[in-house]
């Protein structure tokens, strides 16, 4: 077989040619094209006399990574004449001599089915060219001194490693001269390896300084010359490289499929250092596409890699991309980590430009953390590197991060000079991602100064160059500046159908995630969209459809959960995942209870809907003015990020050390805190008098079932009251009130199977050194004693490993310690919140949320009969604490609290909780209620004493 790629005049060019045997005649197949397409196929004789042409339906389609099946098209498009349509040709050709030239009668192929590359670069013509770029005194030097073979090669080699030693101390320019030079002397010698060493050099060179055009056709050189003398290291690398342009670039796809080339290359010639580095490659090339869940895998397997070959640059690397891959999914304490693990990497080994670009990637990390004025210095010196070394690429990026960081700083005008300095770089070296990035950026700018007409023009050119190239997230987030821009605008049809696009964009990537912590942190941009577009409808009057978006983006992660544990088709997830107002009604009037949701949108405003079994009603409620302030941590999204609770409900009231049971010690208590208990039924009463005043006329029957954002998740609402004629009238006395995360998910745990055969597993008081509590300890034993299947862990026995080994099958969990509300397992996890045991050795080990995600539980009930049980990390997926973590390992009901509760009173609730339950009858719900009820009746101008439990779930 002969493969060439030859221009015939100003004709086509042959593409690929092979010999082989068609009825028993030796005959030649022949694929012709044009630059970018191919567009005959023909059949000749051995003298090269036509004898047929090959029809149309016989010539494949190029379909992502592989031709898949007779295509019936004339034509087969490509980007580039060398090597894709080369590449291209040859599966044409195989396909050909597979299909086309068989023996009809036996059905077998006849002729060889191997063929080989030969395609070769012109190194006349090149030599031409380079005569163009290189010193006449150079040229002289070489071509009229008759050097020696010997000498010429001793020369270039010199040449060589002068532009490594240059590339290495980044002086970018120099390098690329010398490689030329050596490349002219090697041209010279007919040196074809070193020929294509030196093109892949200046390639990767061009590509380090933004260049990416250059870079393409050096690198093609290499590849073709690579193949050519059959050296598949430097075919690898060219593959590699290519794939690192095209990623550039913004041609994703294309550059996995160079980056999959070159892993197979690396797998077959068992290089692992590069191999890691090929990994590192794909994952970057998926976090374009939003697959960040493959993104970490191949980062992970980039840093094992590096670090069994002690290999510090393939590790710094790897760090990198790492915290790349977790600022995108919003994890930007675990990004800082990473980035800072790189930049030390970076100063050590010497590398300029990783330096300049770990700078860079801490300031988009800091800057995500509201660091604004520190993230400016990160890209100040990501700014003085890269234009120190001439990195186009790296100047572009600085410049989008002073932007984006003044734009933070309401900077607005600032901030637009600088992405447009962006901009421009980006057009100057063809990189299309960074362009559209520019575009985006400068939208969000004028959006911020109400010019929303500009706005949207700067959107949709980077919602045209994202839907190019590919890029999810960038479509995503422009679709939701471009809903918010018609929203601006009152254009409300545009507004929606922008927004609904970027919701189903940002499903898919959350979809594709696999693991719940990354999903919940993900979600916290994403969940802008849904509120822009909950909005949208409640403006124009629509509040089903509003209702109906708002529940959509409730809990998302947590619903995938259940979804899973109850082995729902995708059918049947997709079924409740879009619940409908009617399907809402029919649950509420299968369960007899009202659903009322809260959700914070701009400023001060809330909305409200109740849905009960003969209709919904639906309100904006305007906060007062105080209800600004916060003592709660801000949530991400297009709007002021405030819960409004604050001044007016204590983020943290330790009652631990009250004795209601003793008078004179709770009186001298009163005296040392004279104003706490004032200050919190006020927050109560104006609670009440903000959030169900304006709607207690819709309010009937017997149960609430309550559905809050974050925001307003500490609202302790059974202590809710308003002054009535005959004193105070909680909430409570009215209604039994329970919590839930979302309606799908309330009707999914309906259908939870959990274990109720009344066996329970009872923590009391581990033995601890700090302070004991005995009052948990009797609360334990209380309860061994009225649940005959239970076994209780109490002291030296409440250790973490015991309690993990008896939790997997027991209908009942109890437990009665102290709880840490702020405990995180690492500085990066999205889960707070853990439940202090014992190690046996009198000292605290603490069992953290995230370990209890992780369990397998079959419980049908949990109490945390500890303090501030109900807290956790504020995210738009909800509050990520130990509530959260017990209802994702299986359990759907969970009783918690919302700040620190009294040792002795908590003993009698609980007591009177499981005495309703279990002798009683009573759902859980109602057994919570009257048990609170009962200490409400003894302490009626007490609410912290009782008000702080909660019911979530089932």
């Not at 009294?902 to 007591?911: A, G, L, N, P």
Request: aromatic residues 8%; negative net charge.
């Amino acid at each position: 077989m002969t493969n060439s790629i030859n221009k015939v005049g100003s004709g086509p060019y042959l593409i690929s040619s092979y010999t082989t045997q068609r009825n028993n005649s030796p005959v030649i197949l022949e694929l012709w094209g044009s630059e970018n397409l191919v567009t005959k196929g023909v059949v000749k004789n051995l003298e090269g006399k036509q004898i047929s042409e090959i029809p149309p339906s016989r010539i494949y389609k190029e379909e992502g990574q592989s031709i898949t099946g007779p295509a019936l098209l004339t034509y087969v498009k490509v980007t580039q004449l060398s090597p894709v349509l080369h590449t291209l040709g040859k599966k044409c050709i195989a396909w050909l001599v597979s299909s086309v030239d068989t023996d009809r009668s036996s059905g077998k192929e006849t002729g060889d089915s191997d063929y080989n590359s030969e395609t070769f670069v012109n190194l006349e013509a090149e030599k031409a060219s380079l005569q163009k770029f290189l010193p006449s005194v150079f040229l002289e030097d070489v071509e009229q001194n008759h050097h020696t073979e010997k000498e010429l090669d001793k020369f270039g080699a010199k040449l060589f490693d002068n532009g490594n030693l240059a590339d290495q101390n980044a002086r970018f320019p120099d390098a690329i001269e010398w490689f030329k030079k050596a490349l002219f002397v090697h041209i010279l010698l007919q040196d074809k390896k070193t020929v294509g060493a030196c093109y892949g050099n200046i390639g990767t060179i061009y590509y380090s300084l933004g260049d990416y055009q250059k870079a393409i056709e050096y690198l093609e050189k290499r590849l073709q010359i690579a193949s050519e003398i059959k050296d598949r290291e430097g075919e690898g690398r060219a593959n590699g490289n290519l794939g690192n342009v095209y990623d550039s670039i913004g041609e994703h796809k294309k550059a996995i499929l160079y980056h999959e080339r070159h892993l197979e290359i690396t797998i077959e010639t068992d290089d692992k250092v590069t191999e890691g580095s090929v990994y590192g490659n794909l994952g970057c090339a998926y976090s374009s596409l939003g697959e960040y869940q493959k993104t970490i895998q191949y980062h992970e397997k980039q840093l094992k890699i590096a670090n069994d070959m002690e290999n510090q640059a393939g590790e710094g690397l790897a760090y990198s991309g790492l915290g790349n891959a977790y600022h995108l999914l919003g994890s930007y304490q675990q990004a800082v980590s990473y980035h800072e693990k790189d930049l030390q990497i970076a100063k050590e080994i010497g590398d300029k430009v990783g330096e300049g670009t770990a700078y860079g990637n801490l300031g988009n990390s800091i800057h995500s953390l509201g660091e604004d004025r520190k993230a400016i210095q990160y890209y100040k010196k990501h700014l003085e590197i890269a234009q120190e070394v001439g990195n186009r690429a790296g100047e572009a990026a600085a410049y989008t991060g002073l932007g984006n960081a003044y734009d933070s700083l309401e900077e607005y005008h600032k901030a637009i000079q600088f992405f447009k300095k962006s901009l421009q770089i980006a057009k100057e070296i063809g990189h299309k991602a960074g362009e559209g990035i520019a575009y985006g950026n400068l939208g969000n700018a004028y959006l911020s100064l109400g010019e929303y007409r500009k706005a949207i023009q700067y959107h949709e050119q980077c919602l045209q160059i994202a839907s190019e190239i590919g890029d999810r997230v960038s479509q995503a987030k422009t679709n939701h500046n471009l809903g918010f821009s018609f929203f601006k605008l009152q254009k409300y049809s545009k507004s929606e159908k922008a927004l609904a696009q970027s919701i189903a964009t940002y499903s898919k990537i959350q979809t594709d995630l696999g693991r719940d912590e990354w999903k919940i942190s993900i979600f916290e941009e994403q969940s802008s969209a849904y509120r822009s577009l909950e909005r949208n409808y409640f403006t124009t009057g629509n509040a089903e459809r509003s209702l109906e978006i708002c529940e959509k983006g409730r809990a998302r992660s947590l619903f995938d959960i259940y979804c899973n544990r109850l082995g729902l088709s995708k059918k049947a997830q997709e079924v409740k995942e879009n619940i409908t107002f009617e399907q809402m009604r029919a649950i509420a009037e299968r369960e007899k209870t009202s659903f009322i949701y809260f959700s914070k949108s701009l400023n001060n405003e809330v909305h409200v809907w109740i849905v009960k079994k003969d209709g919904m009603h639906s309100k904006k409620i305007e906060l007062p003015e105080g209800f600004k302030t916060t003592a709660l941590p801000t949530l991400g999204g297009d709007e002021p990020r405030r819960s409004f609770i604050g001044d007016y409900l204590p983020v943290r009231v330790d009652f631990s050390s009250f004795d209601f049971e003793d008078e004179s010690e709770q009186s001298k208590e009163k005296e040392e805190q004279p104003d706490e208990n004032a200050h919190l039924c006020e927050g109560l009463e104006r609670c009440y008098q903000a959030l169900i005043a304006p709607i207690e006329e819709w309010l009937d029957g017997k149960k609430l079932t309550i559905i809050t954002d974050a925001t307003m998740r500490d609202v302790p609402f059974a202590a809710l009251y308003k002054n009535g004629p005959n004193g105070r009238e909680y909430l409570i006395d009215k209604y039994t009130i329970s919590m839930a995360p979302s309606l799908r998910i309330f009707d999914l745990l309906q259908e939870q199977k959990s274990q109720k055969d009344g066996s329970a597993l009872i923590v009391a008081d581990p033995a601890i050194k700090e302070k004991r509590l005995p009052g948990a300890k009797m609360e334990g034993e209380t309860l061994a004693r009225k649940i005959p299947n239970s076994k209780l862990l109490s002291e030296d026995t409440a250790t973490a490993e015991a309690v993990k080994q008896a939790v997997s099958n027991t209908s009942i969990l109890h437990f009665a310690c102290h709880g840490s509300a702020d405990a995180r397992i690492n500085r990066d996890s999205v889960f707070e919140g853990a439940l202090c045991l014992t190690n046996g050795k009198g000292e605290k080990e603490l069992l953290f949320a995230d370990e209890i995600q992780k369990l397998d539980l079959k419980a049908d009930l949990v109490v945390l009969s500890a303090c501030q049980t109900g807290k956790g990390a504020l995210r738009r997926e909800g509050v990520i604490g130990l509530s959260r973590a017990f209802l994702g390992a299986g359990v759907p009901s969970v009783i918690a609290t919302h700040w620190s509760v009294s040792d002795y009173v908590t003993q009698e609730i609980v007591s009177d909780f499981y005495t309703n339950l279990i002798d009683k009858k009573m759902a859980k719900a109602e057994a919570l209620r009257q048990a609170m009820l009962t200490q409400r009746k003894a302490h009626p101008e007490k609410p912290e004493v009782w008000g702080a439990f909660f019911l979530i779930g089932k």
